[in-house]
Nanobody, 123 residues
Framework: QVQLVESGGGLVQAGGSLRLSCTASGLTFRRYAMGWFRQAPGKEREFVAA???????YYADSVKGRFTISRDDARNTVYLQMNSLKPEDTAVYYC?????????????????WGQGTQVTVSS
């Protein structure tokens, strides 16, 4: 079965950096768009960043210029480099996979999800 396993979350001070990783198994990774989403307490899950199978990247306005998504198809892994972190970035971050080449920012297009990793940014 498909598994997505995130790692790299933690506690960091405002202005700091973290790199999240998500390793996939059970699917043909290179054929999937990969996305990162986040959910803060009391809020809906929201799009953060996505990378298509041909490596076009997409970002939410709130993270543009601070976060970078990348993929390594040889390792079946997608990364999210997060710099200049702010307290409002605090959330559980989820990795997801979508077998689509369009609308990769749309949460409903993602069929497979990881368990999430907590990111906490202190002020």
């Amino acid at each position: 079965q498909v598994q997505l396993v995130e790692s790299g979350g933690g506690l960091v001070q405002a202005g700091g950096s973290l790199r999240l990783s998500c390793t996939a198994s059970g699917l043909t990774f290179r054929r999937y768009a990969m996305g990162w989403f986040r959910q803060a307490p009391g809020k809906e899950r929201e799009f953060v960043a996505a990378i298509s199978w041909y490596s076009t990247t997409y970002y939410a306005d709130s993270v543009k210029g601070r976060f970078t998504i990348s993929r390594d198809d040889a390792r079946n892994t997608v990364y999210l480099q997060m710099n200049s972190l702010k307290p409002e970035d605090t959330a559980v971050y989820y990795c997801a996979a979508a077998n689509t080449i369009v609308a990769v920012t749309t949460i409903g297009n993602y069929a497979f999800w990881g368990q999430g990793t907590q990111v906490t940014v202190s002020s």
